[in-house]
């Protein structure tokens, strides 16, 4: 009975749970926890099976990850990934799904722009509530005192650092955006020096390039922020600090407008902080 009363009802408290024992947690329940927080809507809808091979481990071990938390079984965990999925769809879903259904005489162009500006909303409401106070400010002055900041993205990141490193220019700070043709970053990233500091950014499936020289710089102490979408995230081991950004989407496709107001925030609060220098 003791036990029934101290298992998270919720998934925010299930993800602090998770999150607490993340060292302790044995290598293959570790990467199903890393799993569940980044594909919430995959544990909710799935079978034992499915997830388990998405996932790439035995069904056994979604048993013993439940378990190793105080639940039951599966079933038991499962049901507070679906009891989050009914949350979410009394508001944000039922959002778009009013945007699909009746249009209200709009074209089915209005409605696209309306459903990405909506999944827009939500991405920076979410990260809004998600960034801590302190966070933000260790990641300003970490950046705000380095000599040169060095850019890591690629893919669908790639377009939030190009920004960065455009403001960045603009504000008269020395940057450099990781981003050879030539296939030279590495040698390029050589030159950092723990009075520098890189911000990288990535989100599942990460991107292999950004997670190798983020980890490469984290272990000649230069110091690195990230922006990703897990505490298991690969960037985030390799972060002196770093903020976690869930993107909503439409149809499929993730807004990138949390990550982007973000960004910039950082960008511009570093150049005030170094007004103050």
């Known amino acids: 009975m003791d036990n029934e009363m101290s298992l998270p009802r919720d998934f925010d408290a299930l993800r602090t749970m998770i999150l607490d024992r993340r060292e302790a947690l044995p290598k293959r329940l570790a990467q199903i926890a890393a799993y569940a927080l980044s594909n919430p809507d995959e544990i909710a809808f799935g ?8 996932a ?13 938390l105080g639940f039951d079984g599966f079933t038991s965990l499962q049901s507070v990934f679906r009891e989050r999925l009914r949350e979410r769809q ?26 990405f500006l909506t999944a827009a909303s939500h991405s920076i409401e979410t990260i ?24 890591l993205a690629r893919r669908r990141s790639y377009p939030i650092t190009a920004y960065m490193a455009y403001a960045f220019g603009k504000l008269k700070i020395r ?14 990233l050589s030159f950092a020096k723990p009075t520098d500091a890189a911000i990288a950014i990535s ?20 110091p690195v922020v990230a922006i990703t979408d ?24 993730r807004s990138l407008s949390g990550t982007m107001a973000l960004a910039m925030a950082l960008t511009v609060s570093v150049a005030e902080k170094r007004r103050s220098f």
């Open 47 to 54: 079978t034992a099976a499915s997830i388990a091979q998405t």
């Open 56 to 68: 790439g481990v035995q069904p056994s071990t979604l048993i013993r990850f439940a378990q190793h």
């Open 90 to 115: 009394v508001s944000y879903e039922e959002r778009l799904s009013a945007l699909r259904g009746d249009t209200h005489g709009l074209s089915k162009n209005r409605v696209i722009l309306n459903g």
């Open 128 to 151: 809004s509530h998600n960034v801590e106070e302190d966070v933000l400010t260790s990641a300003v002055d970490i950046l705000a005192g380095a000599e040169t900041i060095y850019l």
């Open 175 to 188: 940057n450099q955006l990781i981003e050879s043709t030539a296939g030279i970053d590495p040698e390029i």
């Open 203 to 222: 989100f599942s499936p990460y991107a292999s390039a950004t997670i190798e020289h983020a980890a490469a710089l984290a272990a000649r102490n230069v």
């Open 230 to 253: 897990s505490a298991f995230s690969p960037l985030a081991q390799s972060a002196k600090v770093w903020f976690e950004a869930a993107e909503g989407d439409f149809s499929g496709f």
